[in-house]
């Protein structure tokens, strides 16, 4: 069965500044909870030709990367992830679907829009999640036992981690 998750967060920054974070793939690892020990491994980055040249990597549509992380804290074991760019629109959105990885159908979709809240201007990010776990009626129960509550976690973890990355103003 496919489950859904979505969320949103303002932040007090502009939209450009958001999704050039956001679109440059060394921003995901510092995301991710420390215990995951998040890394890019392998990418094919294909810049979008309407991305400003700033001199950082840009994952634009037909990118591939893969990335290796724990699944589980104090478990040495590394799974690794290929995740594909299939849709992006500069400075409003693009999906990220899962090519290999632990669930039988992911992806991942992040917009990023302009709003102003008590007068001052920022933007919100938006994540729209629809997957799919292994195993039929066992992957069924193992999400509602754990895994809707990881990604509940590992989003909540970047909300707290993502104002602090961009306020360094060195992404």
């Keep these: 069965m496919r489950h859904h998750f979505q969320t949103e967060q303002w932040l007090p920054y502009p939209r450009g500044r958001v999704f050039a974070f956001f679109a440059d793939p060394a921003n995901l690892p510092p995301l991710m909870p420390g215990w995951q020990r998040a890394q890019v491994e392998r990418a094919n980055y294909v810049s979008p030709p309407e991305a400003p040249s700033t001199g950082r990597v840009v994952a ?3 990118s591939l990367m893969t990335i290796s992380f ?3 804290p104090l478990v040495p074991l590394r799974l690794e992830w290929d995740a ?8 409003d959105y693009f999906c990220d679907e899962q090519r290999r990885g632990p669930f039988k159908y992911f992806r991942h979709c992040h917009r990023v829009r ?3 809240r008590d ?3 920022g933007s919100v990010v938006s994540d729209a ?3 799919e776990l292994p195993f039929g009626v066992l992957g069924d129960l193992a999400n509602g036992l754990a895994v ?3 990604i509940r976690s590992l989003f909540d973890h970047r909300q707290r981690m993502l104002p602090v990355l961009l306020a360094r ?3």
Aim: glycine share 14%; net charge negative; aromatic share 14%.
């Design 129 to 131: 999640v629809e997957y």
């Design 119 to 121: 007068g001052l201007k």
């Design 169 to 171: 103003g060195d992404c």
């Design 84 to 91: 594909y760019i299939a849709e992006f629109r500069w400075d």
């Design 148 to 150: 809707k509550r990881q």
């Design 114 to 116: 302009d709003e102003v």
């Design 70 to 72: 724990r699944a589980v």
């Design 60 to 62: 634009g549509q037909g």
